[in-house]
């Protein structure tokens, strides 16, 4: 790839700066992310149905059924790179349980004409992968004469209204309604499921559409505390663009693994994945969310899941530049987000197929999947919204850290930041922007360079919607 970006070290009596430091830049307060509920130390790495279920036009011949979805998961197991950097989920999105009832129990069952659950689960185990599903709130309403499995409660007495999904509201106060989740996750777990997506949650979910109650955090404890009592390891991702107010911050952070920061970024119908305005808006939800949180705890214990990674297959299916998908993943890893491939894995390119193995970016992404980005601006250090904007991981506990610097270009609507910066432009930050002090080893990820030994700060010419990673290390 071509590439305007020149990186150079900053001289104290630089005149160039993009924004002057007008005041002490704020301290910087690291944030880490610890074991999360349900047992895990890094993010999920993988892959996932829905971008091509919603945007069939990007790949021709798939079908959402068994076969279709092994050719795609295949691929994580056959190509050795994919397989050694984690990539080892293969999740199913809406569509893969019957719509509208359960079985005699009340408990969502696979939709046999196109999936049988326990032989994939074995196909993907058995190639060293697992196997994740999706589900939203609630029984079935035409499951309310049914009896829970193991109790005489039928689920209407514990389950009413209409949420809009052909669902029912639960009772989270009745124990039964416990008893019903312990019976599906069970279920699951006998069939061999790794990861549950809980879709649908409120607060949050904005503009769905539905009829959701104005609070399903019950669902998202009664999930945790199935799978708990389940004896099998599984992963609760809880979507979508989350109320990030301590309230219910404490509680998605207390049962689930990873948490949807945003709404759904690809482009659905479309004959491309996703745009860079909505890619914009992702990253400015992410700024807003770890700004929130870290006001709680700098110590978290959940994930971001930032959606769906739209990187892999060329520009004119991606629907974002080569620069611009570079800036995704760079992004992506430095949230310590989940890593869950969104892309055609049949039709991956060889620049997008680095940007998911290279071996120094994988190395990053274990560091920010405990040491996660927050953002120092050029020029003051604070993290608001800017075109031009710096992120910083870490330090740890050895003075290793991770700088990211951007150049989103102009807003286009979602960013946060209104300006319209054209062209290439000189992005300038110092030390004392990024909190930090000292010498450090500075090495450029994606082009593969050490910049050598530097003590002040860091400048680099970005075109638009270019970006630089940085591993930082004490000299």
């Known amino acids: 790839m071509a590439s305007l ?13 993009v924004v002057a430091p007008v005041a002490a830049e704020p301290a910087l307060n690291v944030v880490q992310i610890g074991t999360t509920p349900n047992g895990f130390t890094s993010p999920p790495r993988g892959w996932n149905s829905f971008g091509i279920q919603a945007n069939p ?27 050694q950097a984690g990539y080892i989920y ?24 196109i999936f049988d659950i326990p032989s994939l689960a074995d196909h993907l185990h058995g190639e060293g992968l697992q196997l994740g599903v999706y589900v939203v709130p609630g029984a079935f309403i035409a499951d309310e004469s049914k009896t829970i499995l193991g109790t005489d409660v039928t689920i209407g007495s514990v389950c009413s209204g209409d949420n809009g999904l052909a669902r029912c509201n639960f009772d989270y106060s009745q124990p039964a309604v416990q008893q019903w989740h312990n019976s599906v996750v069970n279920q699951f777990a006998s069939w061999g499921v790794d990861f549950i997506k809980l879709d649908f949650i409120t607060p949050g979910s904005p503009s769905n559409g539905a009829n959701l109650p104005p609070d399903e955090s019950g669902e998202v404890i009664a999930y945790h505390k199935a799978i708990a009592q389940s004896g099998r390891k599984m992963r609760l991702d809880i979507s979508w663009k989350l109320d990030r107010s301590q309230e219910f911050f404490d509680i998605w952070e207390t049962n689930a693994d990873s948490m949807r920061t945003d709404q759904d970024i690809n482009n659905g119908g ?3 994945f996703v745009n860079w305005n909505t890619v914009q808006r992702a990253i400015d939800n992410y700024r807003q969310y770890i700004t929130t949180v870290m006001q709680y705890n700098t110590t978290l214990t959940i994930y971001p899941d930032m959606d769906n990674l739209f990187v892999g ?3 004119s299916v991606s629907g974002v530049t080569d620069d ?30 680095n940007l998911l193995v290279n071996s120094d970016a994988m190395a990053v992404a274990d560091f920010t999947a405990h040491h996660p980005i927050q953002p120092r601006n050029p020029g003051t250090g604070s993290n608001g919204a ?12 050895s003075g290793a850290a991770v700088v990211i610097i951007v150049n989103y270009g102009p807003d286009q609507g979602q960013g946060g930041y209104g300006t319209s910066l054209t ?11 990024l909190g930090i002090s000292g010498s450090f080893d500075v090495h450029d990820v994606w082009a593969g360079n050490d910049l050598g030994t530097q003590s002040s700060g860091l400048g680099v010419q970005l075109g638009e919607g270019q970006s630089v990673l940085y591993k930082l290390s004490r000299s």
């Open 5 to 17: 970006r020149n990186s150079f070290l900053i001289a104290a009596s630089v005149s160039t700066m």
């Open 57 to 83: 036009q990007t790949t021709p011949g798939f079908s959402f059924n068994q076969n279709g979805v092994i050719r795609q998961c295949d691929v994580l197991a056959n190509i050795a790179a994919l397989k």
């Open 90 to 113: 293969c999740s199913l999105d809406s569509g893969w349980s019957v719509g509208g009832n359960g079985d005699q129990f009340g408990r969502i069952i696979y939709d046999s004409s």
């Open 270 to 272: 479309q004959s491309t």
């Open 313 to 315: 297959n060329p520009a």
């Open 324 to 353: 611009e998908r570079q800036t995704i993943m760079t992004h992506w890893i430095g949230a310590g987000a989940n890593l869950i491939i969104g892309s055609d894995l049949t039709n991956l390119d060889d620049f997008g197929f």
């Open 386 to 397: 800017e075109q031009l904007q710096a992120w910083i991981a870490g330090p740890d506990e």
């Open 423 to 433: 062209g290439t432009q000189t992005v300038n930050v110092s030390w004392g922007d």
